[in-house]
């Protein structure tokens, strides 16, 4: 099986579409949604899933200029 790019497609990003998207690793994806306020939290889907709303992780990057430049 061929590993497939990460698809930004869709509505809900995983940790690791964040994760690309801000060009940080997966944990520092975590460490924010603690950390950080503001910060997008993720929705639970199901038991183990849980995933960021696009539109709410770059409604935040267009928020706050600046802040991962």
């Given at each position: 099986?061929?590993?497939?790019?990460?698809?930004?497609?869709?509505?809900?990003?995983?940790?690791t579409?964040v994760?690309?998207?801000?060009?940080?690793?997966?944990?520092?994806?975590?460490n924010?949604t603690k950390?950080?306020?503001?910060?997008?939290?993720?929705r639970?889907?199901?038991?183990?899933?849980?995933r960021?709303?696009k539109?709410e992780?770059l409604?935040y990057e267009g928020?706050?200029?600046?802040?991962?430049?």
């Amino acid at each position: 099986m061929k590993n497939k790019p990460h698809q930004s497609n869709g509505r809900w990003w995983r940790d690791t579409q964040v994760a690309d998207h801000f060009a940080v690793s997966r944990p520092t994806v975590w460490n924010w949604t603690k950390d950080v306020p503001g910060f997008p939290q993720p929705r639970r889907f199901g038991v183990q899933a849980k995933r960021w709303d696009k539109v709410e992780v770059l409604a935040y990057e267009g928020d706050e200029p600046g802040y991962l430049q």
